[in-house]
């Protein structure tokens, strides 16, 4: 008897143990067969039951660039560019990119919702110049509190995963001739049908006192919105990101290729063609090639 009893246990810890390798394979493919968007929001909502959980918001990268045109004029007529010379400024530089999402309060009224903050980051170093030492030439600081939801919605044969509405403060925190800012409140929807994916972001921007407005025109080069087209083709990751303002005819776009060469590392390359890179350059047109690396990818 205790031979058979013995027996019958070896065969329902094998009978569980294959239940248990289906149920894990079953999870496994469910996970593969959800697309990479559904999988990043899934992240979003899933680790804001962590109160200190960060994630990235926007790709986290450090480029070497090289730009078709420098902005002399911005640091020409200005009363306090740190001792940064226009004349001085070179080509070459190094742009780096650090991008954070903080979860506030989850859930926030809705399922699959969430009160979130994020901040980004983005800075021009003048790395490799010698005359000016080195010098950042300037770094935007764009801090936002938002609510996200999610969905499943088909829209159109487009599957939208989820959907911020918040508040956006955008500057570069100096003063004078150099100073540049602007807020905003904002929409951003992102959908996907296999793997291509999207994202709109609409703005309204906060009207300031004409005295105090660093930028009054900014609207004129930056435009309303932001348009982004992302495919993940096997490992690698083309990007894209495009503005224009219909009315005055200025806009700008951004294309992005990364390709995995260690678990989170991967290679980053970025071409941006138009106005307003960073804030400083907001009326200024340029061409910039990038080269580097970045942390993940959002995809």
């Known amino acids: 008897m205790r031979f058979a009893g013995a027996m019958f246990g070896v065969a329902f810890s094998a009978m569980g143990g294959v239940q248990a390798a289906e149920t894990a394979s079953s999870d496994a493919a469910a996970t593969s067969a959800r697309t990479a968007l559904q999988q990043r929001w899934d992240s979003i909502f899933t680790a804001s039951d962590n109160p200190f959980a960060l994630q990235p918001y926007q790709p986290n990268y450090i480029l070497y660039t090289y730009t078709t045109s420098t902005n002399v004029e911005a640091y020409s007529s200005a009363d306090d560019t740190d001792d940064i010379e226009a004349n001085d400024l070179d080509k070459h530089e190094a742009k780096f990119q650090l991008s954070l999402l903080i979860p506030v309060w989850r859930p926030f009224i809705w399922q699959r919702s969430g009160l979130f903050a994020s901040y980004t980051q983005v800075s021009m170093w003048q790395a ?140 980053y390359g970025q071409v941006f063609s138009g106005y307003g890179e960073t804030l400083i350059d907001y009326n200024h047109n340029q061409t910039r090639f990038g080269l580097g690396i970045m942390l993940g990818d959002l995809l």
Do not use: C
């Open 128 to 267: 490799t110049n010698n005359k000016i030492s080195g010098a950042f030439r300037g770094t935007d600081y764009e801090p936002q509190l938002f609510v996200a939801k999610g969905f499943d919605w088909d829209l159109l044969g487009l599957n939208l995963r989820a959907a911020e509405m918040g508040f956006n403060h955008q500057s570069n925190g100096r003063s004078g001739d150099m100073s540049r800012s602007w807020n905003r409140l904002y929409t951003t929807l992102y959908g996907d049908h296999g793997n291509f994916s999207t994202e709109l972001k609409l703005w309204h921007r906060l009207e300031e006192d004409i005295a105090d407005d660093d930028n009054p025109d900014i609207s004129r080069y930056l435009g309303y919105y932001h348009l982004g087209l992302n495919y993940k083709l096997e490992q690698a990751v083309i990007s894209s990101k495009m503005r224009y303002n219909w009315n005055s005819g200025y806009g700008s776009g951004e294309v992005g290729l990364s390709y995995p060469v260690l678990k989170n590392l991967r290679i």
